[in-house]
């Protein structure tokens, strides 16, 4: 008899924690959708002023651009860092959603991804010490070392530019592992994005000079698996860009990380 009741109390228990969690799902559904989706998304967390580290905590212009998306979507997100190559190949391993670090668009890469819309533009621009008098065009450069980052488009930009071989192309996997050998001049030169550059420039002060015009202007998006589940995301994130250029959201985040507006596409020299 004492056990019929406790298993009937069991079971009254059990009942009620099942309705309660049903009701706390109606509740979350009436009031407007479901738990929320966690995306894995990667960034450097050494990209300033796309994706940095600041007391602790991932910002940047890619960084909220995405977590901005996110928000509206009712996604969580889970940042995964590394260093680019890193990123890419855990993207091409299919342990990453996305990657929002400044990924440009390329032949070669549409083949692996369906890319959302374009949300920001680069030039690929070389940059040299102050003190190399001798350096101040892309002819200038023959000859001499010029630094990137290993995996990335600009690296790829800069051989295009130089197919002669007459540049010696030295890769790290950090940016800062090339822009320091660029700073004490162990290299001639240092190519990343244009806006990044400057953005690195003014707020570190640093002793740099563009030398000539941008290699190339890139598109930058975010890349999705060509996939059921990347098609969904490929198109709930073109129509949150749609809304954040259409509300000046867009251009809002990138004039506070990069005092200008990358989001509208540059007129190439």
């Known amino acids: 008899m004492i056990m019929k009741k406790l298993t009937l109390s069991a079971l009254a228990l059990t009942t009620a924690f099942l309705m309660a969690g049903c009701d706390s799902q109606d509740k979350k559904a009436a009031a407007g959708g479901e738990a929320s989706t966690v995306l894995r998304v990667g960034s450097t967390g050494q990209s300033y002023p796309s994706g940095f580290k600041q007391d602790n905590k991932l910002v940047g212009f890619d960084v909220e651009v995405t ?3 996110a928000k ?3 996604y969580k997100i889970e940042w995964v860092t590394a260093d680019f190559s890193g990123l890419m190949g855990q993207l091409e391993a299919n342990k990453l959603d996305t990657v929002a670090n400044v990924v440009a668009i390329t032949p070669a890469r549409k083949e692996k991804y369906n890319f959302a819309d374009v949300y920001s533009y680069y030039g690929s621009q070389i940059v040299t010490h102050k003190d190399n008098a001798n350096i101040n065009t892309l002819d ?3 000859g001499k070392t010029v630094a990137g980052v ?5 690296v790829n930009n800069l051989k295009k530019a130089f197919a002669d071989g007459s540049v ?3 890769t790290y996997e950090t940016r800062d592992g090339a822009m320091n050998d660029a700073l004490s001049k162990r290299v001639e030169g240092y190519v990343n994005s244009r806006p990044i550059l400057l953005a690195e420039i003014n707020k570190r002060n ?3 000079k563009l030398v000539g015009d ?3 202007i890139e598109e930058v998006s975010f890349p999705f698996h060509k996939d059921a589940k990347g098609d969904k995301l490929r198109e709930q994130f073109n129509a949150e860009l749609a809304k954040m250029r259409a509300d000046g959201r867009l251009k809002e985040i990138s004039v506070k990380y990069f005092g200008e507006d990358i989001t509208a596409a540059p007129q190439a020299h």
């Open 72 to 74: 509206d979507l009712n």
């Open 214 to 216: 941008p290699l190339v």
């Open 150 to 154: 290993l995996g990335s488009n600009h």
């Open 67 to 69: 977590e901005t998306i």
């Open 206 to 208: 640093l002793p740099f």
């Open 140 to 142: 200038d450069l023959k």
């Open 168 to 170: 010696t192309i030295r």
